[in-house]
């Protein structure tokens, strides 16, 4: 019964929308945040598969593995594999990305 429900609200238009929307914000803050990344100097960027991001750093350096910890202080939930693999949610709205890079 959960899936039928699922696949219906799958097949509504404005959930085509909602999903459109939300890869058009990723993709919108990816960039941002790799030219913010670049322009200040920091050794990291910004990759993307739909909503599924990961974080990698473009320099070795011994305290790359840290940044994860300070993420999480500033209310960041990464999951359990760290810096690798991070979701974004459906109902972020531009608001939320902007809020992350600052």
């Known amino acids: 019964a ?4 699922f696949l219906k609200w799958l097949e509504k238009p404005e959930t085509v929308k909602s999903y459109d929307t939300m890869h058009e914000n990723i993709d ?7 030219k913010t990344f670049e322009d200040r100097g920091f050794p990291l960027k910004l990759t993307n ?7 990698l750093y473009t320099e070795p350096g011994r305290f790359h593995w840290m940044f994860q ?5 500033a209310g960041v939930n990464l999951s359990w594999v760290g ?7 459906l ?12």
Do not use: C, H, P
């Not at 959960?2 to 429900?5: L, R």
């Not at 919108?28 to 790799?34: E, G, L, Q, V």
């Not at 739909?50 to 974080?55: A, E, I, L």
């Open 28 to 34: 919108r803050f990816i960039s941002k945040a790799n």
């Open 49 to 55: 598969w739909f909503s599924v991001w990961s974080m």
């Open 91 to 102: 109902e972020w709205k531009q608001s939320d990305y902007d809020r992350l890079l600052e």
């Open 69 to 73: 910890y300070y993420l999480k202080d």
């Open 83 to 89: 810096t690798g693999r991070l979701l974004f949610s």
């Open 2 to 5: 959960t899936m039928n429900a």
